[in-house]
């Protein structure tokens, strides 16, 4: 139902700002679960085949880049441009859990052309979409706004400040993977990974409310604070063996967390509004 939501809205003329924001939060938040899924069909390295947990993360990683790189794009220009590479991810999404239903598992195991394997051949189709495809065209529509005088942040500070906080938060997510003591990503790469899908969708939302009210986004977001302690305890050794527990720990807080601002602004929106969420009804005015 992806991509006609919006379609459907205009038609029945309910289209409002809690539809974007629960349309594209919900986006920000189903990447990283997409992504989760599609490893764990093709399966984890075993030394022969597979998908090594480190590829998985700069995997994710880049995802999340394009997904913000977008929305960065609107904060500055107000024109959400959405490349056909997110309609072409889907379809290959859901060609790969097809072959796979298909044909089995195996298929993932077996070498496709000159020793690559099939996942090989994504991440690099990946990397090279993102680098000379999706990023430089949300530079040149910046550009092209600066051009036309239509951008909505004159200064250079104020149209980079929406990517400090997920910068900051892939800085210490990877210092967290590459220094801890305990391959922290290795022992838990589907927890690690959903705590990065979960911070991410969290970031992302903030820089959409603002795009959406018009109003500055905050310099740091709150939880890099308590991020950044968890992450110097564990790769100073200050946690030991107690690394995994914290970071169960920190991963339910953080899901509650993002899932009580969601339904939060979800009812104050559908308040200021005058409307219901799931529902074409107007509320009664007092």
Known sequence: LDSIDGKHARRTQSSTPLGELFDHGLDSWATSIFVLSFFSVCSRDNGKTGVSVYTMYIYLSIVLFNFMCSHWEKYNTGVLFLPWGYDISQVVLIAAYLLTGTVGVEVWQKPLLFGYYITDVMVILLIGFSLFLSFPQTLYNI?????????????????????????????LLTAWVVFSPSNILAKQPRLFLWMVGVAFSNVICKVII???????????HWFLFPLALVVYAAVSGLLGCMEEAVLGVFTALLTAAHVHYGVCVGKQLSEYLNIYIFSLKKRVQE
């Open 143 to 171: 550009h092209r706004a600066h051009l036309k005088k239509t951008l909505k942040n004159d200064s250079l500070y104020e149209g980079l400040l929406p990517l400090v906080s997920p910068l900051l938060l892939f800085v």
């Open 210 to 220: 603002c795009q959406m009210s018009s109003t500055r986004p905050e310099l740091f």
